[in-house]
């Protein structure tokens, strides 16, 4: 290893400065009720630029009773999503000038609560809690102890606010997609039914079919579940239909990979023959197949920002909805 | 907001354990050199559980003036690779009792320079600087401040030491899968000839062919780049070849996944006419693709661990190797 540099303390500064090591700690510590001239405060910082003198967080939260570090807990194991959602809130943090502290999250109770615990012991002022899939959590009692924003999930038991991406949104831009295309035939690869995203983006798809005078035509829906697998399987039950669609909305991105095979192996072409989107956005995935899928995007960005400007907002004892929900945003490629 | 309890104080356990407050910070903060009798100590335990006494983690910091914060700057935004490392850190620091703070990094010099300013602020013991890609950096001079490690990436002008996914074995991996298989006219799929990644695989398949005799012809190895279209193009020139190779050694999963559609573009059918092998194990790609791809998994979750040992040895005075190279493993599906 390379020699380290010893890093200047808090005496080096009342040195070069030449006043108390007491004085530089009110100074540096910007501890109120302390009246320093002027004069001095601006001796004592100019003597810290000099030296390189490093403030501790720790020892300035102390004095403050603040910590401004907010906490994160994420599940960034389960996909890129969360990704973009850990860059929305560190970039929102970064402009507010304050530091956010993130633990990877598996979803397992246990160690959910014990990266609450952690958190508490460094005096977070508030956590974000961010999940991979739109789904029901159940956060650790700990939660109750400070401010929390949840994030791409909700808890119906409790009133914690929940920010979340608009699924039925994500449903009619993508059927939209496809009706202003001309499509009136359109099946849809659902989701497991079950789950909150499935509800949304098929009520979506609903909506447009009826804006178009279309009834719902329950041959046209399949279950894919959520995999390339289950997407290639449904797609091939609606191609063998006796008057199969010319248009398909897959509920996500990798059931799409499954339908586009599916449509190839019938000889047929995705886009020319059969419009297919997908939803996510998942670029290795969208921008990887042949044609491009044109696709729907999730606000995952916005999510994270929202949760640093929500956790901010109830630090200032403002009020923050429940539930707030988030546009998605139509990405158009090839396939339609 | 439901209302939040109010936290037990020290004094609060004091009142409890009947002791004064200075007892009680000299058991919770485990000052060293004070001499406080057994019964008293474990009388003040069990009050602080009573009164669900949480303690602060940086008054304890600054008590035993170490923190027992690792630091985690990383890439999350790159990809799904690095959210591996990060778990596979943060497991091994909660087994050695220590917290790990996490910094999302884009890349950008000017961030990461506040990223590590931040973590020595909060008196991080060491910091672990892990890439999407395996590449050279340059760390902030910030980061001869403290022990660091290097996860996925080197610097080549300092002697930090680094961690890094054996490349070389991973094209021998791969390329073994298919002459095991009997190929012998194995097609390559490079990355950018410039990046550590491609010279390594591309070592790994020369020497599986110089262990079967087979000498390199140039006019079966072509540049992809990284993308799936770039794979496509790669493997359409292969196959246009009046002796086109009869498997294909793809340097990365997004490649295989352009080359599975000029194969079967050309009426051939990938396992069956083409073998395929692929590198990165992207289960979104791999597992998504028909047939399932046969790959070579990168050992992120191992390299996180060590990153968190070595920071470990450091931090108690061992060497650490400059260079250290960690084994990848093929994943075998339907491709070959």
């Known amino acids: 290893m390379a020699a380290r540099r010893r890093s200047a303390t808090m005496a080096d500064v009342a040195r070069v400065a030449e006043v108390s090591r007491t004085t530089v700690s009110f100074v540096l510590n910007d501890r109120p009720g302390s009246a320093i001239p002027e004069e001095t405060r601006r001796k004592v910082l100019a003597a810290a630029k000099t030296v390189g003198y490093r403030p501790n967080a720790g020892a300035r939260a102390l004095a403050k009773r603040r910590t401004g570090i907010l906490g994160m807990v994420t599940e960034i194991v389960t996909g890129p999503f969360a990704a973009a959602t850990v860059v929305g809130a560190q970039r929102r943090a970064a402009q507010l000038g304050r530091t956010i502290f993130i633990m990877a999250s598996t979803g397992e109770p246990e160690l959910d609560k014990q990266a609450f615990a952690t958190m508490l012991e460094h005096r ?164 990887g197949l042949r044609p491009g899928l044109t696709t729907v995007a999730l606000p995952f960005e916005s999510l994270g920002r929202y949760g640093v400007d929500a956790l901010d907002a109830m630090a200032n004892g403002k009020e923050v909805p429940r539930q707030q929900f988030m546009d998605c945003a139509l990405v158009a490629r090839q396939s339609v």
Chains 1, 2 share one sequence.
Not at 229 to 246: I, K, M, S, V, W
């Open 124 to 287: 977070v002022e508030g956590i974000i809690y961010a999940t991979g899939s739109h789904r029901a959590v159940h956060l650790p009692q700990e939660a109750a102890e400070l401010p929390t924003v949840l994030v791409h999930c909700f808890d119906a038991d409790t009133d914690i606010p929940a920010v979340l991406p608009d699924e039925e949104q994500a449903g009619v831009l993508a059927t939209r997609a496809l009706a202003d295309a001309g499509h009136r035939r359109i099946g849809l690869i659902e989701l497991d039914p079950a789950i909150p995203a499935a509800v949304g983006r098929r009520r979506g798809y609903e909506r447009i079919l009826s804006e178009c005078g279309v009834p719902v035509d329950e041959s046209l829906i399949v279950v894919g579940g959520a995999t390339a697998q289950g997407g290639y399987l449904a797609a091939r039950r609606l191609l063998e239909d006796h008057q199969p669609p010319t248009a398909i909305f897959c509920a996500n991105d990798r059931m799409a990979m499954g339908a586009y095979d599916a449509i190839k192996e019938r000889g047929l072409s995705v886009g020319r023959d059969i419009a297919v989107v997908g939803v996510d956005n998942q670029e290795i995935v969208a921008e």
